[in-house]
């Protein structure tokens, strides 16, 4: 599955999910499937390493449609580790999952400046890293943290972030089942 970062948020970006599965599938994805329209997409494809297919996905995306986002590509067998990691059980139902968000990271980051993380967390903000994903729970809200809008830059990895609704969509799209 590809997260995309950015796209038709504010105006900007514009990426109408009807016509990017079609470009999609002219680079030779198939069974695509997007779900809402801030760039989520499911879908098959032959081998080919994740990095390569994300930088795939963005040249056409730029190609096509003028902008090119950051692209996370990810296995639906490593969206279900990272969901069934999730330190913060208790939080999968705090305003239907969209206070709980996942930050997919590019990599594991190679070291965690916990200080500078702790210095900007509101009080009711809980945080965790696990090998490459970064949980993060905002009860008072998720676009007025410090924390969520800082963490990618603190972590020295590029990020997307998901809620945890979103999340459970996206193994239900590629067959996955969360027990």
């Not at 695509?32 to 390493?49: A, D, E, L, M």
């Not at 040249?59 to 003028?66: E, S, V």
């Not at 705090?94 to 980051?109: C, E, M, Q, T, Y």
């Amino acid at each position: 599955m590809a997260l995309l970062r950015g796209v038709n948020v504010g105006g900007n970006n514009k990426l109408p999910m009807k016509q990017l599965a079609a470009e999609l599938a002219a680079i030779g994805l198939s069974d695509i499937k997007t779900y809402i329209q801030s760039g989520n997409v499911v879908f098959r494809h032959q081998s080919c390493p994740p990095k390569e297919l994300a930088q795939q996905i963005g040249t056409c995306i730029a190609a096509k449609f003028g902008f090119e986002p950051h692209v996370a590509v990810l296995r639906a067998e490593d969206l279900m580790k990272g969901a069934k990691a999730n330190p913060f059980p208790d939080a999968v139902t705090d305003f239907d999952g969209k206070v709980l968000h996942l930050f997919f990271l590019s990599a594991a980051p190679a070291s965690v400046d916990e200080a500078r993380l702790e210095a900007i967390r509101r009080p009711s903000d809980r945080w965790q890293i696990r090998e490459d994903v970064f949980y993060l729970h905002t009860p008072e809200g998720f676009h007025d943290s410090k924390l969520a809008v800082r963490a990618e830059k603190i972590l020295g990895v590029s990020a997307t972030a998901r809620n945890w609704r979103t999340v459970c969509a996206l193994l239900e799209l590629s067959g996955q089942k969360l027990d």
